[in-house]
């Protein structure tokens, strides 16, 4: 097994880490995912190919790495008032984004070069972590607010499966109808 980066290195690694991922970004924008290499990302980010090599393991791995940061939530979820309405922005929110092709994308390379399920645990970290929010938002406002990994079960977890393996058209309508079901059943 190859050696894992770090969550958040700091200094050279941070820049390495930093340099290498944009080279990823751009080439994958450039020339398209299949052409990527080792050395072409290495000579773009100005990096040895042993040092990607050294830290990633494998072009897969650094896929994977690229991934998993492009899957992190840019900002915290909306505040729309009430706990139905912020789950239900939330979820749909969530389910555009997975849904797309670039984010079906992620989510595979994500997975493919995760030989020790630390990516797919980082990923569900990510979205325990918006949903942690949206329910601390919701005790706060005196709401009744079920667990963290009841939510998960009840609309993520559904919403991956279906994405990863029953690929077809997902709408914010399905989104809705997972948080009125997780909902309704609290009530």
Not at 52 to 67: F, H, K, Q, T
Not at 95 to 101: F, G, K, Q, Y
Request: net charge negative.
């Amino acid at each position: 097994m190859s050696p894992r980066p770090m969550v958040r290195p700091g200094g050279r690694s941070a820049r390495v880490q930093e340099a290498v991922h944009a080279a990823v970004r751009a080439l994958e924008t450039e020339l398209g995912r299949d052409a990527l290499t080792v050395p072409l990302v290495a000579a773009r980010a100005g990096v040895t190919p042993s040092t990607i090599y050294r830290r990633w393991g494998d072009l897969r791995e650094l896929l994977s790495d690229v991934a998993v940061e492009r899957l992190r939530p840019e900002s915290a979820p909306e505040d729309r008032g009430n706990l139905a309405s912020d789950l239900r922005t939330w979820a749909e929110h969530f389910l555009d984004e997975m849904a797309s092709p670039p984010g079906r994308a992620y989510i595979r390379d994500a997975l493919l070069g995760d030989p020790d399920g630390s990516n797919a645990g980082q990923c569900s970290a990510y979205a325990a972590d918006q949903i942690d929010i949206i329910l601390a938002r919701a005790t706060d406002r005196g709401e009744q607010a079920p667990d963290v990994d009841v939510v998960l079960d009840h609309v993520v977890a559904p919403m991956m499966y279906r994405i990863l393996f029953r690929p077809g058209p997902l709408d914010a309508e399905y989104a809705h109808d997972l948080v009125a079901g997780l909902l309704d059943e609290r009530a």
